[in-house]
Structure formats: C-alpha cells, structure tokens
C-alpha cells in the first residue's frame, strides 16, 4: 500500500519534470507561475506616441469588394463612391444569326445579405431578406448612371517597362467621367432604375412564358442591383459586332455559312473594343443617399435574344443568350467632400513628435494613425545615463531588468461622444467600423502576432481573434467603447532580440483581417513621364512622411471610420482613456 503511493508520487515528479523541460515557450514565459520564490507577477502601462496621418490618392484597383453610393459621415464628410469594370464574354465569339432580335437586357450585380436575419415566410416559397454592408436610411436614393467606358484599363503599366502591374487610383473619377461613352445605359422610364435609384431589400420574382406550351415559369431570386440597359446600344455594340451565321435552302438541301466577327472573336480583342462599364453615383435630389459594400466579381450583363432556326420543316425562332462577366481590371474612385472641421484640422496640424489627442481613421481615401512605442532615445543602453545609442530608453530598461513578457496590449478607447453624432438628415448615428487592424508600417507587412494567430472567424471580419482587434460595446449606450491588439509577440522579440527594430506602427480599419497586403499612395517625391493616356503620377500631396506608406488594401475597402484618444489627453477626467501600452511581465527578485 505504501509502496503503491511512494511509486505515485515519483511518477507524478517525473511527470512534471518532463512537461517542463519539453515546452520550451512555457518554460520562457511562464517562470512566474511555477516559483514565488523567484519571480512574481507584474503589470504596467507605457505612453505611445501616436499621430494622424491623412491618405490622399491611394491604389484602389482589383479589390474583393467595392463601395458604390453615397455616405453622408458627420464625424468625417461626404464619400461618393463610383465604380469602373472590365467586361468579358462568358464565351468567345458567339455566333449569331443575321436576323437576331434582342428581348432584353439586364445587369445584375448580388447585394450581401445576412444569413442569420434572412427568413422564409410563412408562404413556404417567398423569404425577407436584411441587407448587410448598407450604410444609410433605408431605401435612400442616389442617381445612378451606367455608361459605357472609353477609358482602356491596362494590365501592366509602360512607366515601369511592362513590367509591373498597372495601378489605378481612388482620384482618377474624372479620368473616367471625360471618357464616357454616349448616353447612359440605364435609361428605362422606371427613376428607381436610375435618377432614384435605391438598395432594394426585396427578392426578384421573374416570370417567363414558354411561346409554345404558354406554360410561366416563376424564378425567385435573391436582393441585387438589377437594372434594365438599352437594347438598341447592346444590339448595335453586341449582336451586330458578332459572328454571322446564314442559313438558306435550296432544293431541300439546307446550307450555312458564318462570317467570323473582328471585335469579338477573342477576348483579349474584345476587351479593346468594349472597354467595361463605368458606374458614375452623383446625389439624387436632396435625398442624402446611401452607400453599399458589393462583390462586383459576381456581377453580369444578360443579353436575351431570338434569331431564327431555319430547317426543312420550317422555321422557327429559339431563345438564347450572350453572358458578360465581369472580369477583368476593376478600380474604386473615391470623391471626398463637405470635411468635418474637427477632422480637417486634426490631419493638418498632426503631430509626429509628441503625438494627437484624437485619433481620426477613415478607410478609402482618409486617414489612418501612426505609433511610436516607448518614447524618445535619450540616453545609452541602460536607458538612464550615457549618449543615445539608437533605441527608446523605456525599452533599453525593460531589456536591462529582462522582464519576461506574458502578454501585451495596445487599448484604444472610442471617442463616444463625437461617435454619437448624427447626420442631420437622415438622424442616423455615425456607422462604426467593426475592426481595426495594426501592422509594421516600416516594412509593409503584419507584426509577428497577426501571423501566429491561426484562429478563425464565421466571416471576413471577426478571424484571428487572439490577435484581436474587433470593436467592444458598451452594455448601456449598445455604442462603441474600446478596441484592444495584442501585440504580446512583437513586445517580446523587441525585448529579447538586442537587434529587433522599433518600427513604427500603423493602426487603420479593415474590412477584411484575411487580407495583409498593403495598396501605394500616389508618390508626389518624383516626377513621372507623361505618356498619353497615363495617369500623371506627380501629385501635390500635403504631407509626406519620411518613410515610404502604404495603406492596407482592406482599409482601401472599408468607407467607414472611427475616432480614437490619443497619447495627448489633458490631466482630467479624460486621462483614463489615454492610449496606453499594457504589458504583463514576470520580473526576477
């Protein structure tokens, strides 16, 4: 019996011992925890510098998803969003009979809907559906008018020898509006179609009659941009620019013969001939509209036609169909107006030495904000005597003392108050972005804990969670109230790693955290070759840091924006909410 217990206790020693010296991390981290004797557990909080810095023009082609409409935000401005797309044949060169006869023309393009308030109705057949990503009162209207583009999206660009990407920009809305082709697609009599256009909620219920059994076929279809364009234009543009087929009979013998088409025989050359679709949005009446987030990837022209099928027995006409896709070079074209004052004063007068007291981000064409963790370089590498030697002072003492770091955080707090504005017109409270998202502004790219973080979310937004970043609420207000990073990897290494950089750190918000890459900004430092038909690249901009900056394709996506308490909060009761630096750490006695 004794025996049997002494053998348990030594197994349950062994047992321990083994854990401890196979996981290495713990063992690092978590030293604290095992000994009282030698450690203890500590926390502290460290300023941050952090400043505003105002996007301009910034690469805005080719991206997931794209905001059309017009949003109305009181903490920032107005945002009038319009769209450009390549187009391409679902099949190339479709053959058509000379006497073709187009029925109609539609363009569809998918809403978001969320699936958790979507539901089937008591009918059994019809469902309501909830828009999601619409920002605005419901049903607002804004002009929306459909053009055919004369402005050729290239794929590589000629400044740099073919051999890059070609890039298109937020501000090049004029480049598009001056090469508009004829009158407006969207012409039907129906304003909701165009002049008064809105994101309607309702499914698409579509009847078709067999011309033969007279039998209707009754196809539902969920809630999209679905608008009705000029058949003339698309049967001049489309149908007569097709492959020809001719079909004649002769003493019973039926022979046909097809003429090949030029401009759409492949779709390389029909990109040329039609070069895309340009969604130009302007204000309808004094509504103050509204702006959706759209997958125009999923979005296509339906030409509905007949044309005759000639045979010995007789002829009759057949129903078919010419698909355009998009596919192809896309671009996001932001007009900003109407800045709020606070807002506008704010990206003038930042400053990069001591920091702002309000952090303003916007996505699309706004602002984003700039981090300096631990202060200035004073002093040498015991952070309290001797010359600067290149690293923040608060850093060189955390290193000295060689805390072991177990958790780090950035908490920003929301400027509830200025959040809970209103726009005057619709009295709707300012949206809040759902997510901010950090990264190494240096060397464009995530920090360390974005990628050891592999957990992931129901949607594009709420993934990587420990990474964090997500929005919390208030339980009163049901508004905003804090965002917390963690950083606790990139702490680490800059305490452990002598040679780790303290690079500086970008914050902005994001519509998708699956998304890392970073989209240029106009660079105004060199002037370009102007080469007709290229964009001239030497842009005036207001201010330029001393490092080049990129903007996180997913802020690019996202039109929303928040308002966050900086490091230069006056002694008061508004000092609790400072930006601050939390680390937890183990200190050895």
């Not at 804004?142 to 020898?161: A, F, Q, T």
């Not at 256009?197 to 969920?222: Q, Y």
């Not at 990837?297 to 006409?317: N, Q």
């Not at 929005?471 to 790693?497: C, E, M, P, Q, W």
């Amino acid at each position: 019996m004794h025996n049997n217990s002494f053998f348990k206790q030594i197994l349950l020693l062994v047992s321990i011992l083994l854990f401890i010296s196979c996981d290495k991390e713990y063992n690092v981290i978590g030293d604290g925890l095992i000994s009282q004797n030698h450690f203890m557990l500590k926390d502290s909080t460290f300023s941050v510098v952090a400043y505003n810095q105002k996007i301009t023009s910034v690469e805005s082609e080719n991206l997931p998803v794209n905001a059309l409409g017009i949003y109305n935000n009181p903490a920032f401005g107005k945002t009038v969003a319009s769209f450009a797309t390549q187009v391409i044949l679902s099949a190339a060169n479709p053959i058509v009979s000379t006497n073709a006869v187009i029925d109609s023309v539609y363009l569809n393009v998918p809403y978001f809907t969320d699936p958790l308030k979507n539901k089937l109705n008591s009918d059994g057949v019809s469902t309501t559906y909830v828009l999601d990503s619409i920002y605005g009162a419901s049903k607002a209207k804004i002009k929306l008018s459909v053009y055919e583009s004369g402005y050729y999206m290239r794929d590589s660009d000629p400044i740099g020898g073919f051999q890059t990407a070609q890039k298109y920009f937020t501000d090049q809305n004029t480049d598009f509006n001056n090469l508009k082709i004829g009158n407006r697609l969207n012409d039907d009599s129906d304003a909701s179609q165009n002049d008064g256009f809105f994101f309607n909620p309702a499914e698409h219920v579509l009847k078709a009659t067999d011309a033969t059994t007279k039998v209707v076929t009754t196809t539902r279809m969920a809630p999209s941009m679905r608008l009705k364009l000029n058949s003339n234009y698309f049967m001049n543009k489309i149908i007569n620019a097709a492959s020809k087929a001719t079909t004649t009979i002769v003493n019973g013998v039926v022979t046909s013969n097809t003429t090949n088409s030029i401009n759409l025989i492949t779709n390389d050359v029909f990109k040329n001939y039609f070069r895309g679709l340009y969604f130009k949005v302007e204000q309808s009446g004094s509504d103050a509209g509204a702006m959706a987030i759209m997958d125009f990837s999923k979005g296509s022209i339906t030409i509905s036609y007949t044309e005759e099928l000639v045979a010995t027995t007789g002829t009759t006409r057949v129903p078919k169909t010419i698909v355009l896709n998009f596919t192809g070079n896309t671009v996001s074209l932001q007009d900003q107006s109407n800045t709020n004052s606070s807002y506008s004063t704010a990206m003038s007068s930042a400053n990069a030495n001591v920091g702002d007291e309000r952090l303003y981000l916007k996505g699309g064409e706004g602002s984003m904000a700039i981090l300096d963790l631990f202060g200035p370089d004073h002093f040498g590498s015991n952070g309290v005597t001797g010359n600067p030697n290149g690293v923040a002072d608060q850093l060189d003492i955390i290193r000295t003392k060689k805390w072991l770091i177990n958790e780090a955080n950035l908490v920003f707090n929301i400027d509830s108050e200025a959040m809970s504005k209103t726009d005057p017109i619709t009295n709707l409270p300012v949206y809040e972005p759902k997510r901010i998202y950090l990264w190494d502004l240096n060397n464009r790219r995530p920090i360390t804990d974005y990628y050891m973080d592999g957990t992931s979310g129901t949607n594009a937004k709420n993934g990587k969670t420990v990474f964090d970043g997500n929005i919390n609420f208030d339980a009163t207000s049901k508004r905003g109230s804090t965002y917390k990073i963690r950083i606790t990897n990139h702490i680490r290494n800059l305490v452990k790693y002598a040679d780790s950089t303290n690079v500086k750190l970008g914050i902005a918000v994001t519509e998708s955290v699956n998304i890392a890459s970073t989209n240029k900004w106009r660079n105004p430092k060199t002037a370009t070759t102007i080469i007709p038909g290229i964009p001239n690249y030497n842009v005036v901009m207001p201010k330029w840091p001393d490092f080049s900056i990129e903007t996180p394709k997913s802020s690019v996506m996202n039109p929303l924006g928040t308002i966050l308490y900086g490091n230069r909060l006056k002694v008061g009761d508004l000092e609790a909410k400072r930006l601050k630096l939390q680390i937890f750490y183990t200190k050895p006695n």
